[in-house]
């Protein structure tokens, strides 16, 4: 039952390779905040932990929790699937705990639309420019330069979905970055004012649609 000391639930959304999955790490390790494991049917990569990054699972056992209807959401992304339980998360909240999903805009779109009666708090978090982008893509994948570019056209599709997000940051330092969005949170849980500028931010999404 929800109430008063429930936690609230951050959401991060970012086309990849802007660094939001960093940026979680970083505020999981706030007091009270943990972070939604996510189930996919994507491969590990090598440094990636079963249980701990991801519970990677087969085809067959996501579509299980399909059927089953333990999907708060569920999305496909790149070829792959993604979703987060319901249980865990209620879990959390009604303990008190500040629950941050790292998740894809069609995820955000579902908690959204969902309507829980939890304070919700969604960030997209953007480059400073395409090329820093392509070059952070190229860094991760070297191996296959045809997954930084074909993460770049899907660049362009997914940053359009910035407009549904109630912050907007752009990652050009990590401490910056993250300074910013701890200052928005503390001021959305404290009711406090917050440093946010949507008309810079509308230039900046102009300039990477360009
Ligand atoms: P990656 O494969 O690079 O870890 O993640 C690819 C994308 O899937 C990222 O944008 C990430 O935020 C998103 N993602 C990870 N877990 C989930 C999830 O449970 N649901 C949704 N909708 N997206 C997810």
Redesign the pocket.
Known sequence: MPSDNDGIMIIL??P?GAG??TLVSLLSKLENFEV?I???T?KPRQNETQDKD?YFVTEEKFNRLIKNEEFL???K??N?F???TRTPVIDKLDKGKNVL????W???D?IKNKRLDYKLITFFILPPSKEVLFQRLSNRDMKDKLIAEERMKQFSRDVLHWINYDYVVINENLDNCYSKIYNLIKAEINNGSKDYDPDFIREHVKKLTS
């Open positions: 959304s970012s990849s939001k999955t939604s996510s189930h996919t994507r991801y959401e569920y999305a992304v790149f792959n993604y979703g987060t999903f790292d998740i894809d069609q995820g955000a579902q």
